[in-house]
């Protein structure tokens, strides 16, 4: 395996961003990237995107992304792996370029929720539960994640006001972020007095939906080095996953798939947990950060919202995570959010996160889930100097 | 669901039909034909009591559309006595009345309904387990 | 000669009930549409969950009969369902619980309709059937949630409920056929079109010409063709369309108030339609002992009576608790407003 590199970076801020279309978002952001890179024609292009085809009626995104893009002619694809396909996108460049494939790729992460009413998006987000015996059931997205919380709350005997933390550092840290979608503090009270949507998660347990799209353009590593630009280098990437629906799981509160893919990406970087100066993890509610954070091995199983509790999740905590909001308030458009996690993981790595930057950080990890814990994906970017 | 979606699977949803792994042993709802405990091929029909217990629950205050008219309704992990889990609402109970651990039965309802016209989608709920009759 | 009975020895071996939990009081029926006036025929109706109809209530009646019968759903040659609120114009209700409770394939499956009566007319077709020998079981459901237009006296008693029976040979009964009479007669006391909601009903005309020359002359008949007077049966009970009705029907034919009391049910849960005196005779099955006789009528608009003798046999003590008993349900009581009522039975337009 050769070598692979991040040379380029671009994103549009996450909005509603009513007058741009699917398609030109993620032209946005390519275009942005390849700029970034000094590179006119990448050889490939991966768009990660899950909802497309159910609110814009839109599929073949690879072919329509790399024409409008003005990258007419290359080899291009649509990856899905429901809230994680951005991550997925990344890790098809990431094997194309390590593989040999090709030399420079682009990986795109694209959603466009307002293209469709809120309950055709909630309708459509539903699909990446089980839609036979998850979805007939009226559970919502929200709802199966409820489930979780409900029974970690119950084992480890954690309140609902418990959780605060996560949501409470991904404002603060999204405040500052100019691409955030969600740019105000919220307080303690805020958190505890939020309407509930399904029981036990509130509106601000969950994540924003909105428009966006990031994109990152690889290439091997002794491509990056002759072009002289920052270089973060992709030192680990892995990919496992679990059942789909939660009640397939003999242990729903251990995300099995975020432990191996972790574990793995963490070997291929000759890396321990413990060496992770810090974490975009997949915060799409409050108890997915928590379940996150102990399956990676961040926390012991139980922990994950004591470590929260203890401030260490913040920028000045060991374990700095959602450092520009996260997905929990920089927004969650899924398929894109993959993307912008390891974008901002980039921003960090090169000095560039503005007021968020965190201080001499070195190796940083991504990691975005599809469906509830069914298909987990992880990179290690390190900061080569 | 559309028509052979909901017919496929509705006698399972009916019954509460499941299968066994001839090889482990394991008792498997939804039916899926290899066994995710060994990996074995397991076609062998089973039928569940329908009883069990909450194993986490929450109740839905924002419906999917299809399922406004029961919310807001109480969804639940539930423990067969048999051994898996499955997804299913609860009905016939308040939501203050739940609790994780609660002893649960298999009920059969109408589970959604698109329009006036369309068809009646029947399956499975869970509802507190009624007293039986004095002895 | 009226007297109906097969050359077979046929009874009852298994039966079940269901009613919904939910009560509105008839209060509340006066509160909205008739403030200051006292019409209420019944304290309380049972009314359906929003996420019940007469396919999901019968389906947890035949379990329970399928428990106190313990024979295996696969033997029952006949699945038929008596209502006058089958969910579907076209789609057969009785398909849907032989599937539910494991009667498919082999199995003669049929939705029955007679007002009020469709469930005695399941039932007395199923006598028949296992009667003849062509199948040693069959399942009759009579199981309604009665529908009524706002604002009109039904609306007091149009209630939701049922239950169903498992006929089978005599040596297995817990309660033995001893004969039936049915009566039936052109008659324009009650009927509901297609495409329409609410029934229209004769008002007053619904009493002397239907409901008592039908119940009356269906309960003489056998009485007489079977040699019997009041003093003859434990127990006697009457389709219950009001608080009314049943009583005076019982005083005419000379029963006495303890006699019926049992099963009557009219008070606490409405009138259940096909399901209203299938209802009642499980609720004496309930508290009768062996050697019991029990008279049953039912009444349909339209109209009709079908008129049983039943004789208790032992085996019913041992089968009574094998499920939960009539009263259970009816005991077990929620009651609701009338805007949740609108809500619940679909009164409200919502498109």
Wanted: one cysteine or more.
């Amino acid at each position: 395996m050769r070598d692979v590199a991040i040379i380029g970076i671009g994103q549009t801020p996450v909005s509603e961003h009513w007058d741009i279309s699917l398609c030109d978002l993620a032209v946005q952001a390519v275009k942005a990237a390849l700029l970034d890179a000094g590179i006119e024609r990448p050889e490939m292009l991966f768009v990660g995107n899950m909802l497309s085809a159910a609110l814009s009626r839109q599929q073949n995104l690879g072919a329509l992304v790399a024409d409008h893009a003005g990258l007419r002619g290359i080899e291009a694809y649509k990856v899905e792996t429901a809230c994680g396909s951005g991550a997925a996108a990344v890790r098809m460049a990431y094997m194309a370029v390590a593989g040999g494939a090709c030399d420079v790729a682009v990986a795109c992460g694209v959603e466009k929720m307002t293209d469709g009413t809120p309950e055709e998006a909630t309708a459509a987000l539903a699909e990446a539960a089980d839609a036979l015996y998850e979805a007939t059931h009226g559970l919502s997205f929200v709802a199966i994640n409820a489930l979780l919380m409900q029974r970690y709350m119950f084992e480890y005997g954690y309140r609902h006001e418990d959780f605060g933390p996560f949501s409470i550092n991904a404002h603060e840290n999204a405040s500052t972020n100019p691409n955030a979608m969600f740019r105000r503090p919220i307080t303690r009270e805020q958190f505890v007095r939020s309407r509930p949507i399904a029981d036990p998660i509130t509106l601000l347990d969950s994540s924003g939906i909105g428009d966006g799209s990031a994109a990152v353009v690889i290439a091997t590593g002794e491509l990056a080095t002759r072009l002289g630009r920052p270089v973060v280098r992709i030192a680990g990437s892995a990919g496992a996953t679990d059942s789909v629906a939660v009640h397939d799981r003999r242990e729903p509160l251990f995300f099995s798939a975020a432990h191996t893919s972790s574990q793995r990406a963490l070997a291929q970087a000759g890396v321990t947990a413990a060496d992770i100066d810090f974490a975009e993890l997949h915060d799409a509610f409050s108890i997915t950060a928590a379940l996150s954070l102990e399956a990676c091995g961040f926390a012991p199983r139980g922990k994950g919202v004591a470590l929260a509790l203890g401030g260490e999740i913040s920028r000045q905590g060991r374990l700095p995570i959602s450092t520009l909001g996260g997905l929990k308030a920089r927004g969650h458009p899924v398929g894109a959010s993959g993307v912008y996690q390891v974008v901002e993981a980039v921003q960090q790595l090169r000095g560039q996160a503005g007021s968020n930057q965190l201080p001499g950080c070195r190796l940083g990890m991504t990691q975005s889930i599809g469906g509830s814990g069914a298909n987990i994906i992880t990179h290690i970017l390190e900061r080569i100097s | 669901m559309s028509i052979p979606m909901y017919w496929r699977t509705s006698h399972q949803r009916l019954a509460l039909t499941g299968e066994v792994c001839p090889t482990c042993e394991a008792k498997l709802f939804p039916p899926r034909d290899i066994c995710p405990h060994c990996n074995s091929p397991a076609k062998t029909r089973f039928d569940f009591c329908g009883r069990g217990t909450v194993y986490s629950y929450s109740l839905v205050n924002v419906a999917p559309r299809g399922f406004e008219r029961c919310a807001p309704y109480v969804v639940a992990l539930v423990a067969l006595e048999e051994g898996p889990l499955l997804t299913a609402q609860l009905t016939e109970t308040d939501p203050q009345d739940v609790f994780i651990g609660m002893p649960v039965e298999m009920v059969t309802r109408r589970m959604r309904e698109g329009s006036e016209q369309g068809l009646i989608e029947y399956g499975y709920k869970f509802r507190p387990c009624m007293e039986r009759a004095e002895a | 000669m009226p007297l109906m009975k097969p050359t077979m020895d046929v009874g009852i071996i298994g039966y079940g009930a269901y009613v919904p939990r939910y009560r509105l009081p008839a209060s509340e029926v006066s509160r909205v549409w008739h403030p200051g006036g006292d019409r209420a025929p019944v304290e309380q109706k049972a009314v359906a969950g929003p996420d019940e109809d007469t396919v999901t209530m019968s389906i947890e009646a035949a379990r329970n009969a399928l428990a106190r019968a313990e024979i295996a759903p696969a033997r029952l040659g006949a699945v038929w369902v008596g209502s006058e609120s089958h969910p579907y114009a076209v789609k057969p209700t009785s398909a849907i619980v032989a599937e539910a409770i494991g009667a498919t394939p082999h199995v003669l499956a049929g939705d029955w309709q007679f007002a009020c009566k469709a469930g005695t007319e399941a039932l007395q077709a199923a006598l028949a059937l296992v009667g003849s020998g062509m199948t040693p079981y069959a399942l009759a459901i009579g199981m309604d949630t009665a529908q009524s237009r706002p604002g009109d006296v039904l609306e007091y008693t149009a209630a939701a409920g049922g239950a169903a029976y498992i006929v089978g040979p005599g040596d297995e009964a817990v309660a033995l056929l001893q004969g039936s009479v049915s009566f039936a007669t052109e008659n324009p006391d009650f009927w509901r079109r297609p495409q329409q909601n609410y029934p229209e009903h004769g008002g007053r005309f619904t009493g002397e010409p239907s409901y008592f020359r039908h119940t009356l002359a269906a309960a003489t008949e056998l009485m007489e063709a079977l040699g019997r007077t009041p003093q003859d049966y434990a127990y006697a009970v009457f389709h219950q369309p009001n608080r009314r009705f049943p009583r005076e029907a019982a005083v005419r034919l000379g029963f006495s108030a303890e006699q019926i009391k049992a099963g009557l049910l009219v008070d606490r849960i409405g009138n259940a339609y096909a399901g209203s005196s299938m209802l009642g005779l499980g609720a004496l099955l309930d508290v009768a002992n062996p050697g019991d006789r029990v008279l049953h009528v039912s009444y349909g608009s339209g109209a009709g009576s079908d008129a049983f003798e039943w004789l208790v046999t032992d085996g019913l003590h041992e089968r009574r608790h094998r499920a939960p008993l009539t009263s259970y349900y009816v005991n077990r009581v929620q009651e609701i407003d009338y805007a949740t009522y609108a809500r619940y039975r679909n009164k409200l337009q919502m498109e």
